[in-house]
């Protein structure tokens, strides 16, 4: 059940024929399996780890709730968010639609245009990480090997485009979708859908910083934008995975009990400027769209 004319990806599961309590549905079985998915191998690797080092069950268990993580379970975090691609497929089968329609507006994810977008976000978020170190000194990252940190390297490297994508397609996919459906106007559409999915996105990070509760709300709007104006959620992957791979990659060689403190004094307004650099890839990206005539709307007729 697809629409009878052409549609912008937001709007993409109000179509003529898809009840609409389709979309619903689809999203609530995706926040049940979320806290399924990740419960179940957070518990896993909280189990593993105990075993393994002879801690306390519960004495890992208060840690964690405290912010206190060990590399097994920064790991288990990732991975249990990349389990969740295919079970995004599953949701646009839900929804009503043949589960390609999900990725973009023509029925399928577009990899020639992927790659592309995966090029100029690299470029852009490698060259925000040099000159921040530039300015602060390679010192300030912290840097040094530690018994896990080869094993987690390759983990993270492994599993972190997949926890990126999981990412996009729940929120600027699902979610996105499901309250776009909703609401008449394209635009109207595009902001209400873009400020609920942003604001999930940032509720999900649990951070009590505002100036990081800014960061990841906008960094979701910019995503929510890209993908409405590129008619699917290539462009949006790509700037995520670009993001987090290269974030990632300094995690295993650092202090990763001081890495994901998110409370009240973690941010500050230097977040503002790589907000700054995502924005900058987000335009260069949607003007590389236009001019490769990428679709921003279907399906095709």
């Known amino acids: 059940m697809l629409p009878v004319t052409p549609t912008r990806y937001p709007q993409f599961w109000r179509a003529p024929g898809l009840p609409a309590w389709r979309p619903i549905v689809a999203a609530l079985v995706g926040a049940a399996m979320f806290l399924l998915v990740s419960t179940v191998v957070t518990l896993v690797a909280v189990f593993v780890e105990a075993y393994m080092t002879g801690t306390d069950l519960i004495e890992l268990i208060e840690s964690m709730a405290g912010g206190s993580f060990t590399p097994g379970i920064v790991f288990a975090n990732s991975l249990g968010l990349a389990l969740l691609v295919p079970v995004a497929f599953l949701l646009g089968r839900i929804a009503g639609q043949r589960p390609g329609y999900l990725s973009s507006v023509v029925g399928h994810f577009r990899w020639r245009w992927f790659w592309p977008a995966v090029g100029v976000a690299l470029v852009g978020i490698a060259l925000y990480t040099g000159i921040s ?4 000194g390679v010192d300030s990252l912290g840097l040094q090997v530690f018994p896990y940190s080869w094993w987690l390297f390759l983990g993270l490297m492994l599993v972190t485009p ?8 729940l929120l600027r996919g699902v979610l996105l979708r499901t ?6 106007s394209d635009r109207v559409a595009f902001v209400v ?4 999915s942003s604001g999930v996105f ?11 509760n800014v960061f990841y709300f906008t960094m979701g709007m ?9 008619g699917g959620l290539e462009a949006a992957v790509a700037v995520h995975v670009a993001n987090n791979m290269i974030g990632m990659a300094f995690v295993p060689f650092q202090d990763i009990d001081a890495l994901f403190d998110r409370g009240e004094g973690a941010g500050s307004p230097a977040v503002l400027i790589q907000l700054v650099f995502v924005a900058a890839i987000v335009v260069v990206v949607e003007l590389m769209a236009r001019r490769r005539g990428i ?5 095709r007729q």
């Open 179 to 184: 309250v776009g459906s909703w609401i008449p």
């Open 202 to 212: 940032m509720s999900l990070h649990a951070a009590s910083d505002p100036w990081l």
């Open 133 to 136: 170190v530039l300015i602060d």
């Open 162 to 169: 997949f926890q990126a994508a999981a990412e996009e397609y």
């Open 193 to 196: 859908a873009a400020v609920v």
């Open 295 to 299: 679709e921003a709307a279907g399906p």
């Open 222 to 230: 910019l995503l929510a934008w890209l993908t409405w104006r590129t």
